[in-house]
């Protein structure tokens, strides 16, 4: 597609209960990447994929969190046992090449997650 | 852990008026990126500095890097209602594994 598409846009999870957040990256592109935003903060690195290696899960916060990216194309973060810590915007972003001297990240719109 | 650190937090200027913005990091980079976030939106990339450079403009965009100091700047001219967003500068120690690291933002507000 155009963009990076993520789904679902809204997500509302009782405490507890398990989710997994969807990415669709533009096609053709490398990298792939998680990451975290809380409210007012910047967005924090979770994970990165080169197609469909993990190389980089030193962000993951804990051991609910997991994301796989078993084609080199779409990507799903899952979290088990949601805590309301978990309550966040999620953004996946990707990228065409592997060295970032060359390029950006085109982000999608993010899901936000929130755990009552 | 965040390593940018935007200042000031807030900024609200007038239409038309110029903003800028600042960020400082803590370790030796790669390269230095500037992004938009529109309220409850995803990030847009706007400019990419590298560890090289000193300074690079796009459009209304201006950019400058001093790696001495650690610290970057980012200048819109001519602002516009449609510039109000929050903007972050964002950091790459290099390599393809890295991922960024992102300040806290900056949230300018472009009065009419």
């Known amino acids: 597609g155009a963009g990076v598409s993520q789904s679902p846009r809204y997500k509302v999870a009782k405490r507890g209960q398990d989710v997994a957040l969807r990415c669709d990256p533009i096609s053709g592109h490398v990298s792939l990447f998680w990451y975290q935003q809380a409210l007012g903060q910047g967005p924090e690195f979770l994970t990165y994929?080169?197609?469909?290696?993990?190389?980089?899960k030193s962000g993951l916060p804990s051991d609910r969190f997991f994301a796989e990216r078993p084609e080199g194309s779409v990507s799903t973060l899952k979290i088990q046992r949601t805590q309301q810590e978990d309550s966040a915007v999620y953004l996946c972003?990707?990228?065409?090449?592997?060295?970032?001297?060359?390029?950006?990240?085109?982000f999608g719109s993010g899901t936000r997650l929130t755990v009552v | 852990s965040q390593q940018g650190e935007e200042d000031p937090q807030a900024l609200s200027i007038q239409e038309g008026e110029n903003a800028t913005m600042n960020c400082s990091y803590k370790?030796?980079?790669?390269?230095l990126q500037w992004y938009r976030q529109n309220s409850g939106r995803g990030l847009v990339h706007l400019i990419l500095?590298?560890?090289?450079?000193r300074e690079k403009h796009s459009g209304r965009l201006r950019v400058t890097l001093d790696t001495s100091k650690k610290s970057s700047s980012l200048l819109i001219t001519a602002s516009r209602a449609a510039d109000t967003a929050s903007y972050f500068c964002a950091t790459s120690s290099g390599g393809g594994a890295d991922g960024l690291t992102f300040g806290k933002g900056t949230h300018l507000i472009i009065q009419p």
């Open positions: 972003a990707s990228s065409l090449g592997t060295g970032w001297a060359n390029y950006g990240y085109t």
């Open positions: 500095i590298r560890s090289n450079e």
């Open positions: 370790t030796s980079i790669n390269n």
């Open positions: 994929f080169q197609n469909e290696a993990q190389l980089d």
